[in-house]
Nanobody, 129 residues
Framework: QVDMVESGGGSVQAGGSLRLSCLHS????????LGWFRRPAPGKEREGVA????????SYKDSVKGRFIISRDSAENTLYLQMNSVQPMDTAMYYC??????????????????????WGQGTQVTVSS
């Protein structure tokens, strides 16, 4: 069980930037996936946005490549998502998530999108045109 608390969401105009933060509890001592998923509206499927593999490599949803940057501060147990050049299609509730690494197609981005069992309460991002 990993406890996670997101912050940093808000309203922003298209083209602007936001930085999301996620404070999480200490991770278990085994390979773990960390990342962000979003849910555009209640009841909609969640979308994997960005993830960090156990080896530190990162992966992104195609539509955010070149605009979003995922990073972590292991010493502070904090995960970040820097969102640049945001667009109205980025409007969603954003959640940080974590779970054990599974060797599945798509790696940790797939784990975060479909399998992760630990996530926070979410932080809303609204982008206006």
């Amino acid at each position: 069980q990993v406890d996670m608390v997101e912050s940093g969401g808000g309203s922003v105009q298209a083209g602007g930037s936001l930085r999301l933060s996620c404070l999480h509890s200490k991770l278990p001592q085994r390979p773990y996936c960390l990342g962000w998923f979003r849910r555009p509206a209640p009841g909609k499927e969640r979308e994997g946005v960005a993830a960090i593999e156990p080896d530190g490599s990162v992966s992104y949803k195609d539509s955010v490549k070149g605009r979003f940057i995922i990073s972590r501060d292991s010493a502070e147990n904090t995960l970040y998502l820097q969102m640049n050049s945001v667009q109205p299609m980025d409007t969603a509730m954003y959640y940080c998530a974590a779970d054990s690494f599974f060797d599945v197609a798509g790696g940790c981005l797939s784990v975060i999108q479909s399998l992760a069992q630990n996530w926070g309460q979410g932080t809303q991002v609204t982008v206006s045109s």
